[in-house]
């Protein structure tokens, strides 16, 4: 009966410990920057060419505000003094 018991426990385990690894034979879909095998990370001009389709595009006035803004957080971020990591 112990011996049964140890048998089913320890199969079960075996069990528990490779479905995982069976789970995860496919190659995963997405590695890094890249999706399917191509750069997913989208650039402005695709971007604003979904957004025009959309029709949800900013107005030339609303892309200089927002060019001006990521300008600004940009050079703030250049004056900032580098942080240290903690030891």
Not at 5 to 21: D, E, N, Q, Y
Not at 44 to 62: C, M, W
Request: a positive charge; hydrophobic letters at 30%; one cysteine or more.
């Amino acid at each position: 009966m112990r011996r049964a018991r140890l048998r089913a426990t320890v199969c079960a385990a075996t069990i528990g410990l490779a479905a995982p690894i069976f789970g995860e034979a496919q190659t995963p879909s997405r590695n890094g920057n890249e999706s399917d095998f191509r750069d997913w990370q989208p650039n402005r001009g695709e971007v604003s060419k979904e957004e025009r389709a959309a029709g949800v595009a900013q107005t030339p006035a609303q892309r200089k505000s927002e060019d001006r803004e990521l300008q600004q957080l940009y050079d703030t971020l250049l004056r900032q003094e580098p942080v240290q990591p903690p030891k």
